[in-house]
């Protein structure tokens, strides 16, 4: 599906995934930091399945510097990414929660047929994960080919959709621009485990949860797993947005 603006979607379908990161895996992420801490990623567990329902349309990549000029006449994040030639393609950075919602909004205004959201964080997690279970969906020595991270990104953004889709048809899940995703943030969101239909975390809260990672993160972040969080002001030049299209009611 592309909506008028010619952003694209792909359909992904209902299933059950394993969300949250195994001990194994645990372990694994904290071996490839720097200065290795065996309390990190806590909040990734306990491992627990989710049965998401419903289909739904996500965008096929990160919202680009062009999408977003186009809907909100402004040009947020560095203003050197703004001046390169490649300046359109470039993941829009520098967005603060409240400004991604703000940006659904308004992109829902100019479209007859959808509005827009951000992905909750189980919905996300599914889509990066491209039902493949582990640390990634891909082998380390692969992640080059998939993603834009501190290993290859020169610690530059780059032109979404110059590496490889996941198995799901999806670019930059994982690398160029962490996302934001519509949950607030809880350090036990994920409780002692148990199936979860369609998780939308807690009812409140402080901060918002980010996902999937940056050009400029190393790679233990750069992973389906990772959690983040910031209050909903907070802006980053490596922070931008993936939208979910949803059928207007008619």
């Known amino acids: 599906m592309s909506n008028p603006i ?41 491992v627990h399945e989710v ?33 390169r030639d490649d300046w359109r393609g470039l993941p829009v950075v520098g967005i603060s929660w409240n400004m991604a919602h703000r940006f659904t909004e308004e992109l829902s205004k100019l479209d007859p047929d959808y509005d827009y959201r951000l992905p909750t964080e189980a919905e996300w997690e599914y889509a990066a994960r491209g039902g493949v279970s582990g640390l990634r969906p891909m082998p380390i020595e692969g992640l080059s080919d998939y993603a834009w991270f501190i290993g290859n990104s020169d610690d530059e953004p780059h032109p979404v959709a110059t590496r490889r889709a ?24 994920y409780g002692d485990g148990g199936l979860r239909l369609n998780p939308a975390g807690p009812v409140e809260g402080r901060s918002r949860v980010r996902r999937g ?6 790679r233990f972040q750069t992973r389906p797993g990772i959690r983040e969080a910031n209050t909903p002001d907070t802006r980053y030049s490596v922070l931008g947005l993936r939208v979910v299209a949803t059928p207007k009611r008619k």
């Open 6 to 46: 010619g952003m694209r979607f792909v359909a992904i379908q209902s299933g059950r995934f394993e969300m949250g990161t195994t001990d194994e895996d645990r372990h694994l992420a904290v071996d490839e930091m720097p200065e290795p801490d065996p309390a990190a990623f806590r909040d990734e567990q306990p």
């Open 51 to 83: 049965h998401i329902n419903h289909s739904f349309l996500l965008g096929q990549t990160e919202v680009t510097q062009a999408q977003w000029l186009l809907v909100m006449e402004n040009r947020p994040g560095p203003a050197e990414y703004w001046k």
């Open 166 to 189: 996941n198995s799901y048809g999806l670019y930059d899940m994982l690398g160029n621009a962490w996302e934001w995703v519509a949950d607030w943030y809880g350090v036990n969101t």
């Open 213 to 218: 990672g940056s050009y400029h993160c190393p």
